[in-house]
C-alpha cells in the first residue's frame, strides 16, 4: 500500500494512520527467509554483534512495513542481507568497489564505510537471482540514503538506525518515538538528518552526496 497516491513526498498527510497486524509469510517465502538466515549466520559469523545487528534490522523492517503498508517480506529479506559484506577486510571492500565500476565522486577510500551497502547490492543478486531487484536496491540506499527512496528503502534505512540493539542517543531516540506517529516519508526524513547530524558532531568526513540528498528532501518538503 502506497501512502497517499500523489502527494509530495515529505508532506505529512491529515489522515495518515499506521497499519499494523502481523507478518504471514507464504510457505516458500518462509523457506527462503529461513535460507537467508542461516547464510547471514554463516556470514556473519566472525562477527557476532553485526549478525545480532542484522537479524535485529531484519524484525525492525518487518514491524516497520507492517506499520506503514510496505510488503514485510521484502523488508525482512533485505534486512537480512543489507550487512552481508560488513565482513570484508576494508581494502578488500575498495577494491571491489572499484572492481564493480562503483562511482561516489571522490576517493572510494573516503567513503569505506558507505561501500558495505552498494557492493552487496551488486553482487548479492548472482546469489540470490529469485529475490525481487527492490531488495538490492534497499540494500544499496541502506547507507547514504537517496532523494527518492522507495518506502522499501525508506523502512530498511529505518529500520538499520533504529533497531533495539544499537546503542541510544538522542537522534536515535528521536527517531524511535516517530515510529507510528508521523508518515514514513517523515520518519525517514528524520532519520536521515539525525544521521548527518551525528556525522558532523563526531567529526567525522561527511560524503558530499549526502548535502546533495539532504537539500533535495528538504526542498521536497517546503
Sequence with gaps: ???????????????????????????????????????VSRQLAPKPKRLSH???VAREATHLALLYG?????????????????VVPHQELVSRAQQLGIQMGV???????????????LELPERYPWLDP?????????TTGHAH????????????????GRPSSAGIQASRDLVGRVSLDELYFQSFAGGVEY???TRRYLYPGTIDIYNSLVQARA
Excluded: N, T
Excluded at 149 to 164: K, N, Q, R, T, Y
Design 199 to 201: 556525522v558532523i558532531q
Design 107 to 121: 576517493d572510494l577510500h573516503l567513503v569505506e564505510p558507505l561501500l558495505h551497502g552498494k557492493v552487496a547490492a
Design 1 to 39: 500500500m502506497k501512502q497517499a497516491e500523489g502527494r509530495a513526498k515529505g508532506a505529512e498527510p491529515e489522515a495518515w494512520r499506521p497499519v499494523g497486524g502481523e507478518a504471514h509469510f507464504l510457505p516458500q517465502q518462509e523457506e527462503r527467509l529461513d535460507q537467508l538466515r542461516e547464510d
Design 134 to 142: 527492490a531488495v538490492f536496491q534497499a540494500i544499496d540506499r541502506h
Design 70 to 86: 510496505v510488503d514485510p517480506y521484502l523488508a525482512c529479506a533485505a534486512g537480512l542481507l543489507h550487512d552481508w559484506s560488513k
Design 149 to 164: 527512496m522507495s518506502p522499501l528503502d525508506e523502512v530498511v534505512f529505518v529500520a538499520d538506525g533504529i533497531e533495539p
Design 54 to 56: 542484522s537479524l535485529g
